[in-house]
């Protein structure tokens, strides 16, 4: 268990639709990485927050938004979902968010949009 | 520009036996931290082991060994007498400088038969 948790599971919506995925880091960490998985990209990065700021942005969709809380949990916002959203979406956290720090990840949310 | 290449794609040894995991890393910053991760079946990312530019000696961590060769831009895992439960996908992720979000390459999925 890495103490990183991610809610729901599993998700199964709609094309078109909006949905939200929650995200708390382990205790004590500041950065909260956010990365999809799916079958045809591989693993990618999409945005990172340190201490409720963003802090860089990778290969995130403009329908797709973040943001992190003063309590330092972070959501993910996807909208107007598409087939090719489906994927596996994980959540990250390390201390400090340097570059030396390892990233511990939670046990993922597997959208899928139908 | 930074590179990391898995060139393999698939291994498969049997249990007990050393297996070799490669990775590539090609890129012009002297200074970056490369990651090892393990996805089992069941989903989640595991960190395992990190390996930083300035590392002088290759390290060793329980059943897990590095061996980077400066010439050729490798950084080998080794896992040593493996297990069935080390069947998984094994993924290389490197940090460059001050960036702190990974780059994943393509995974190599091991499979480790009793």
């Known amino acids: 268990d890495s103490g990183v948790t991610q809610t729901p599971k599993h998700l199964i919506t709609a094309t078109g639709q909006r949905v939200t995925l929650r995200c708390s880091p382990r205790s004590g960490d500041l950065s909260v990485y956010w990365y999809q998985q799916s079958l045809d990209q591989g693993l990618q990065f999409l945005i990172q927050?340190?201490?409720?700021?963003?802090?860089a942005k990778g290969n995130i969709l403009e329908r797709f938004s973040a943001q992190q809380f003063p309590d330092l949990h972070s959501e993910l916002n996807l909208s107007s979902l598409e087939l090719g959203d489906s994927a596996l979406y994980f959540c990250?956290?390390?201390?400090?968010?340097?570059?030396?720090?390892?990233?511990?990840f939670g046990p993922g949310t597997r959208l899928t949009v139908l | 520009a930074q590179k990391v290449t898995q060139a393999q794609t698939e291994i498969s040894v049997v249990e007990k036996e050393d297996v070799t995991l490669d990775c590539v890393y090609e890129t012009r910053d002297t200074t970056y931290y490369l990651f090892w991760y393990k996805q089992p079946p069941s989903g989640e990312l595991v960190f395992l082991i990190r390996?930083?530019?300035?590392?002088?000696q290759n390290e060793i961590s329980g059943r897990y060994s590095w061996n980077f060769q400066k010439s050729t831009s490798s950084f080998n895992f080794t896992i040593t007498a493996s297990q069935v439960v080390d069947s998984a996908v094994y993924f290389c992720?490197?940090?460059?400088?001050?960036?702190?979000?990974?780059?994943f390459g393509k995974g190599i999925t091991l499979s480790v038969r009793p």
């Open positions: 992720a490197p940090k460059t400088g001050a960036n702190s979000k990974l780059t």
């Open positions: 927050y340190y201490n409720g700021e963003e802090r």
């Open positions: 990250a956290s390390s201390p400090t968010g340097a570059p030396y720090n390892e990233q511990f």
């Open positions: 390996r930083n530019s300035f590392d002088e």
